[in-house]
């Protein structure tokens, strides 16, 4: 099947810091890419979705102003925590549709970023 | 290695009851998950199980065995609405999420 990476696995970082994970789909091209939160023991949550060039859809609650997210390219989607605070420190996973003629509706996952705000 | 394996597809009646298995080999355990998606939506949560029995909610149940490494979703009395990929999940010891391909479930009248 087809393969997302997401990077990094794991980041510790200090608060009011702010950091960057990566989404990329390896062997294809991904229109459409999915942003989820998960805390422990609890379901996936969807963040935003993001279609590549143009603005992302947040969810209800999610503050477009410190989680930004970027989907320049068709295999990039990038998902930034600014200003990081404790509560912020969570499992963030990526998913990603693939466009055009290859669009099945499936949903290809990442493997995960644990982030932790000390 | 890490894996997670499930049946590709698989097809029941409406009505009927269908289970769905998952097996696993990971590094470590710190849950399973079963998630529903219908084709083109973000994926939902079903269950969550981190001790072995069966967990039962509503229509659907999950079963755990850890000593096996096993897990079965159980779907009762079918509707066409349960159509949908069903995504078996484990947590590891890292907390990484390791991805089952999902069992295509087709119901038919």
């Known amino acids: 099947g087809a393969v997302v990476s997401q990077h990094p696995s794991r980041v510790i970082c200090k608060s009011g810091t702010s950091v960057k994970i990566e989404c990329r789909s390896l062997d294809f091209q991904a229109t459409t890419m999915f942003w989820y939160r998960q805390f422990p023991k609890q379901s996936l949550m969807l963040m935003a979705t993001?279609?590549?060039?143009?603005?992302?859809?947040?969810e209800q609650g999610v503050e477009k102003d410190k989680f930004l997210i970027n989907h320049a390219s068709l295999t990039l989607s990038t998902l930034t925590v600014t200003s990081a605070h404790p509560e912020d420190s969570s499992f963030y996973i990526c998913?990603?549709?693939?466009?055009?003629?290859?669009?099945?509706?499936?949903?290809?996952f990442g493997e995960g970023s644990r982030l932790t705000v000390l | 290695g890490q894996n997670i394996d499930q049946p590709t597809e698989m097809t029941a009646t409406e009505g009927a009851i269908v289970q769905i298995n998952c097996t696993y080999q990971t590094s470590g355990f710190n849950g399973l998950f079963w998630y529903q998606q219908h084709a083109g939506e973000a994926p939902t949560f079903l269950s969550y199980n981190v001790l072995d029995g069966l967990e039962e909610k509503g229509r659907f149940s999950s079963f755990l065995s850890r000593s096996k490494g096993y897990s079965y979703l159980l779907l009762k009395e079918l509707q066409m609405k349960d159509s949908a990929s069903y995504l078996c999940a484990v947590m590891d010891s890292n907390y990484q999420l390791i991805w089952g391909a999902g069992t295509k479930l087709i119901i038919k009248p």
């Open positions: 998913s990603a549709r693939e466009g055009g003629q290859g669009d099945t509706g499936e949903l290809f």
């Open positions: 993001s279609n590549e060039g143009s603005k992302a859809t947040y």
